[in-house]
């Protein structure tokens, strides 16, 4: 079993950044990948980044150019870098733990409020 824990949300002007952390209680360099996720008040839940086993990454078009997403597997922990926020950033991020065949692992999330 794997827990994840996200920190570095808050509130943030338009442009600012920010830069969210998922920590895991055990290590991640065997999962098959490690994302985020954002869910906006009134909408589904939309992959956000994804980083692979083998260091591939990819990211949501609206992102693209903004984000960047890495992994400290010595430290057992996914970053991401949020630069020049908008508005339509603000939601509440999720950590995932892709363990297929396994159901993946959740963090229990972190807001994120970009100010116009």
């Known amino acids: 079993q794997v827990q994840l824990v996200e920190s570095g949300g808050g509130l943030v002007q338009t442009g600012g950044s920010l830069r969210l952390s998922c920590a895991a209680s055990?290590?991640?360099?065997?999962?098959?990948?490690m994302g985020w996720y954002r869910q906006a008040p009134g909408k589904e839940r939309e992959l956000v980044a994804v980083?692979?086993?083998?260091?591939?990454?990819n990211y949501a078009d609206s992102v693209k150019g903004r984000f960047t997403i890495s992994r400290d597997n010595a430290k057992n922990t996914v970053y991401l870098q949020m630069n020049s926020l908008k508005p339509e950033d603000t939601a509440v991020y999720y950590c995932?733990?892709?363990?297929?065949?396994?159901?993946?692992?959740w963090g229990q999330g972190t807001q994120v409020t970009v100010s116009s």
């Open positions: 995932n733990a892709d363990t297929y065949p396994r159901p993946p692992y």
């Open positions: 055990r290590s991640i360099f065997s999962v098959n990948a």
């Open positions: 980083i692979r086993r083998g260091g591939s990454t």
